[in-house]
């Protein structure tokens, strides 16, 4: 994040409010004065704004209820009435992001293709999913989750893992998901190209957004008998932070994936990284660069629930968005960034209960259950007075 455009609109402001101070003593002046300043706050205005959100998978266990879901494998009721309700916002987002899990799979090849294909197909099904598809203005990105990329499985000789590296998955997702990947993006080229080509990066005004996948395709070696997940292109990845960093046409910087970095378990109520499952193998290490790279946030799911927070007390914001569907959040929904002209950064979580009797039957608006803002801040580089713990329902 830098401040120059926010540095520059508070002088601006000042100067033009004292300008005649000395000499402006009457009443009638001072509310020239007040329409002035107010005058310009309403002249700042929305540069860019983005939408994200993960999870929206099913359970395995309701794969073949219909009152659920179709092929596809995603909660249908939720995708349906987030996708339309976005579509329904006075100032639609410039971009929607898809942060992995949209499907069940994690089985093998066979499915992770039948349920992506049908994933795609209801997507553009306009009558099903709203006209999100059909709007160019909204430019949709998605990146895969741990269920696009890996595989149930036990294995006597470890333990600690229950999912592994999915052989083939990489060129699957690219097969079917290559239109959710911006045509001007980076990319990583060389030997490492082909399990990589799910990270990359691109630029919109003066934002740049590295997309990560936090499961990159590191198979069986003599390290690994089985593979290993939760890895990620950090040498790249970083690079780029620190390019972006450095570009004087960048303002501010998001990194995104499906895993985060900071985890809490049930027994424990202190942000830590986790490098089993729940986040990645290089977390510790890339935290620190996105600190020293001033990042403004990474943007995450695969925890099933909405949290917000600061992990190192100031800096770099984590924000998990594993709201969209999954079973177990407190309320569905999504999370709106809009990069203001005065160089500040907003921040709005809009949300409805997952209040049904099942968590793929959410009560509709009309019974109810409305759509609400349940976080809005704004994303400060210094300490922020509040966060947003994260909250399941069973």
């Known amino acids: 994040m830098k401040l120059k455009q926010l540095s520059i609109f508070i002088i601006t402001a000042l100067f033009l409010a004292s300008c005649g101070g000395a000499e402006s003593t009457s009443e ?14 309403l002249t700042d205005s929305v540069l860019l704004s983005f939408a994200f959100v993960g999870c929206n998978r099913i359970d ?13 494998s995603a909660n249908l009721n939720v995708l349906k009435r987030v996708m339309h309700e976005v579509m329904e916002l006075e100032r639609q987002p410039d971009l929607f ?11 093998n090849l066979l499915r992770l293709n039948s349920e992506l294909d049908h994933w795609v197909k209801l997507y553009n099904d306009t009558a099903q999913t709203g006209p999100m598809s059909a709007t160019p203005a909204i430019e949709v990105v998605a990146v895969p989750g741990n269920h696009e990329m890996l595989t149930y499985a036990q294995y006597p000789d470890d333990t600690l893992h229950s999912e592994f590296p999915l052989a ?5 997702w690219m097969h079917y998901m290559k239109d959710f990947m911006p045509t001007d993006r980076d990319f990583i080229t060389g030997p490492d190209s082909i399990n990589n080509q799910m990270t990359f990066s691109f630029v919109r005004g003066n934002v740049a957004f590295i997309m990560m996948n936090t499961d990159t395709y590191n198979g069986p070696s003599a390290e690994y008998a089985h593979g290993r ?7 790249w990845i970083t690079a780029k932070t620190d390019e972006y960093h450095n570009d004087p ?33 290089q977390s510790e290490k890339l935290w620190a660069q996105l600190m020293e790279d001033t990042v403004m946030a990474m943007l995450s799911a ?4 909405y949290s917000r927070n600061q992990p190192m007390g100031h800096g770099t914001y984590q924000v998990i968005a594993g709201n969209g569907g999954s079973k177990n959040p407190e309320f569905y929904g999504y999370t709106l960034v809009n990069i203001m002209s005065s160089g500040e950064v907003q921040l709005v979580s809009k949300g409805f209960d997952n209040d049904g009797k099942h968590y793929y039957d959410p009560l509709s608006a009309e019974e109810g259950n409305m759509t609400i803002t349940r976080d ?10 509040t966060s947003y713990k994260a909250t399941y329902k069973e």
Do not use: C, Q
């Open 60 to 72: 395995r266990k309701d794969t073949a209820n219909w009152a659920a879901t179709d092929s596809s």
């Open 302 to 305: 695969h925890a099933h629930t």
């Open 229 to 235: 997940e939760g890895l990620i292109a950090y040498d």
């Open 97 to 107: 992001f898809f942060l992995g899990d949209i499907v069940l799979a994690e089985t």
């Open 376 to 385: 809005s801040t704004t994303l400060i580089w210094g300490e922020n007075s």
């Open 168 to 172: 083939g998955s990489t060129e699957r």
């Open 28 to 41: 009638a002046d001072s509310s020239d004065s007040t329409a002035l300043n107010t005058d310009l706050i």
């Open 249 to 281: 046409r960048i303002d501010h910087i998001f990194v995104m994936g499906h895993k985060p970095a900071y985890t809490r378990s049930d027994l424990d109520t202190t942000l830590h990284f986790d490098t089993i499952h729940a986040g990645f193998m």
